[in-house]
T-cell receptor, first 112, second 115 residues
Framework: GQNIDQPTEMTATEGAIVQINCTYQ??????LFWYQQHAGEAPTFLSY????GLEEKGRFSSFLSRSKGYSYLLLKELQMKDSASYLC?????????????FGKGTTLSVSS | DTAVSQTPKYLVTQMGNDKSIKCEQN?????MYWYKQDSKKFLKIMFS???????INETVPNRFSPKSPDKAHLNLHINSLELGDSAVYFC??????????????FGPGTRLTVT
């Protein structure tokens, strides 16, 4: 089976740092992806991890621990435009080939 | 230039009808996908397809069928529409392969409402 868990909602203020956690249990693993989805729009790619450690890309960083089945997305210097849903997704070749298995998403609200 | 496009953007239809959603990508990708996002925003894979293999999520009713006239297109045909089919359907594409960070590019979505 497969299970990907992330918090449903989070709130933060402009300029702050927020960490969105994701835990997963899948039969196979070929990478973990983070996507951002604004209301009414398509998901857009943020980051990819396949080896343990931290990947940094501007204000966004993503961390992976394969032994713990755990990842987080770190957003720094929050801006109002960061208010969106953040989707954790695992590529599990045993379940879906190259397709992604998504968590239910974390809705982040950034206030001034 | 639109990378992944879908038509129509909105589709309202009655129960029992048959409808199709079209998807085209101009990225030269080998693999295309259909995802369904329900009212709780849960995004779930329905199909993945390349010119060699169709992988079907076993929970997808056989009223849904993907049709690919060529590598750049993957259309979704739905027979005998039901109320529970109301959702946003996203098409996506990527390069093939599991060993690379081949992210998926999503189309703008088609909001299907069945009345």
């Amino acid at each position: 089976g497969q299970n990907i868990d992330q918090p449903t909602e989070m709130t933060a203020t402009e300029g702050a740092i927020v960490q969105i956690n994701c835990t997963y249990q899948t039969s196979g693993f070929n990478g973990l992806f983070w996507y951002q989805q604004h209301a009414g729009e398509a998901p857009t790619f943020l980051s990819y991890n396949v080896l343990d450690g931290l990947e940094e890309k501007g204000r966004f960083s993503s961390f992976l621990s394969r032994s713990k089945g755990y990842s987080y997305l770190l957003l720094k210097e929050l801006q109002m435009k960061d208010s969106a849903s953040y989707l954790c997704a695992v590529r599990d070749e045993n379940q879906a080939g190259t397709a992604l298995i998504f968590g239910k998403g974390t809705t982040l609200s950034v206030s001034s | 230039d639109t990378a992944v496009s879908q038509t129509p953007k909105y589709l309202v239809t009655q129960m029992g009808n048959d409808k199709s959603i079209k998807c085209e990508q101009n990225l030269g990708h080998d693999t295309m996908y259909w995802y369904k996002q329900d009212s709780k925003k849960f995004l779930k894979i329905m199909f993945s397809y390349n010119n060699k293999e169709l992988i079907i999520n076993e929970t997808v009713p056989n009223r849904f069928s993907p049709k690919s006239p060529d590598k750049a297109h993957l259309n979704l045909h739905i027979n005998s529409l039901e109320l529970g089919d109301s959702a946003v359907y996203f098409c996506a594409s990527s390069h093939a392969g599991l060993a690379e960070s081949y992210e998926q590019y999503f189309g703008p979505g088609t909001r299907l409402t069945v009345t």
